[in-house]
């Protein structure tokens, strides 16, 4: 075939697929449309959202100021409650609870509950604190901890207090929350139990304060077993 021949038979091809493109467009054309539009939104929604949330974000952590400042001073009622012209912990974990401030006001409000006495209150804002935050969040299993200790629930105190150890994996709070769990276990009698626990923090965390002490609580349960 020569040349001119092959550039016919290429123009004619292109001919037909560009025949084939317009007769799809015309078909499709409303359903397309619709796509496009559809996606058009999207993006629009998208956007806003992301504009929503940037605000909340502010005027969360605009709120959360003075709500941390009451923590820091130990008004606790304040902190939780607000004082009339600032929110609350109670009030921005509610209405700011998409946001990353809403969601740590959860944490503070069940720190202040629990040092209330509000066991079960503390509880279920300790639980709703979702953030994978490595300081944090041990601390808040290690206060439902408390709080269920202080609920007579000692098997779910222990097992809050082993929790929040492995989650905080570090010289200062682990060795606290084993130690915990350790006395609570020797109260019960389960003074193996107890040895595990304190042997873990002398094997572990032998320079953290409740290391350099540990031998006399050891010493103490291995008479016991």
């Known amino acids: ?52 949330t940037n605000k909340q974000n502010d005027e969360a952590l605009s709120q959360m100021f003075m709500a941390e400042q009451y923590f820091g001073q130990d008004s606790l009622n304040l902190a939780l409650n607000g004082d009339g012209n600032n929110l609350g912990f109670i009030d921005i974990a509610k209405e700011y609870r998409s946001t990353k401030s809403g969601k740590l006001a959860n944490f503070y409000a069940g720190a202040c509950l629990v040092h209330l006495g509000q066991f079960e209150d503390a509880i279920g804002y300790l639980n709703k604190y979702k953030l994978k935050d490595e300081v944090l969040a041990p601390q808040a299993k290690g206060l439902i901890g408390d709080a269920k200790v202080e609920l007579g629930d000692l098997a779910a105190g222990i097992k809050n207090y082993l929790e929040a150890a492995d989650m905080a994996d570090n010289d200062f709070h682990s060795p606290i929350y084993l130690m915990k769990a350790g006395m609570l276990q020797e109260s019960q009698g389960n003074y193996a139990e107890a040895l595990k626990l304190y042997e873990q923090i002398k094997e572990k965390y032998p320079e953290s304060n409740e290391g350099r002490s540990i031998d006399k609580y050891i010493a103490i349960v291995k008479l016991h077993i």
């Open 1 to 52: 075939m020569s040349k001119k021949k092959e550039t016919a038979k290429g123009i004619e091809n292109v001919e037909q697929t560009l025949t084939k493109t317009e007769q799809f467009l015309e078909h499709n054309y409303k359903p397309l449309l619709y796509v496009l539009a559809g996606a058009v939104v999207l993006v629009g929604i998208f956007w806003l959202l992301k504009l929503y």
